[in-house]
């Protein structure tokens, strides 16, 4: 089994930045591949961002490349999202995820284990 709790959100103003952390707690090992996805109110949970575990592969939803930048501390069993010029339809639950894959997967049903979630808000 894998915990995850994510922390790091809040309110922030358009073109703010935020730092997601995720820490993972239980079975962890290389065979994972790290993701953090959002959930907006009445919209699809959509994947952000996703890393392997050697961090040799990563993958941005359009929305956010050049904006959002996914990493992954493995000594601290720790993952990243730093997310920069945020703008109000980033505003969502966002979620660490983490699935049993060496490669980057990006369909929720390929994930194993949720964290709980963190609100990110952004004023206009």
């Known amino acids: 089994q894998v915990q995850l709790v994510e922390s790091g959100g809040g309110l922030v103003q358009a073109g703010g930045s935020l730092r997601l952390s995720c820490a993972a707690h239980?079975?962890?090992?290389?065979?994972?591949?790290m993701g953090w996805f959002r959930q907006a109110p009445g919209k699809e949970r959509e994947l952000v961002a996703a890393?392997?575990?050697?961090?040799?592969?990563?993958y941005y939803a359009d929305s956010v490349k050049g904006r959002f930048t996914i990493s992954r501390d493995n000594a601290k069993n720790t993952l990243y999202l730093q997310m920069n010029v945020l703008k109000p339809e980033d505003t969502a639950v966002y979620y660490c995820?983490?699935?049993?894959?060496?490669?980057?997967?990006?369909?929720?049903?390929?994930?194993?284990?949720w964290g709980r979630g963190t609100q990110v808000t952004v004023s206009s």
């Open positions: 239980g079975r962890t090992s290389s065979d994972y591949v």
């Open positions: 995820a983490a699935g049993a894959s060496v490669t980057v997967v990006t369909r929720h049903y390929e994930y194993n284990y």
């Open positions: 890393i392997t575990w050697s961090g040799g592969s990563t």
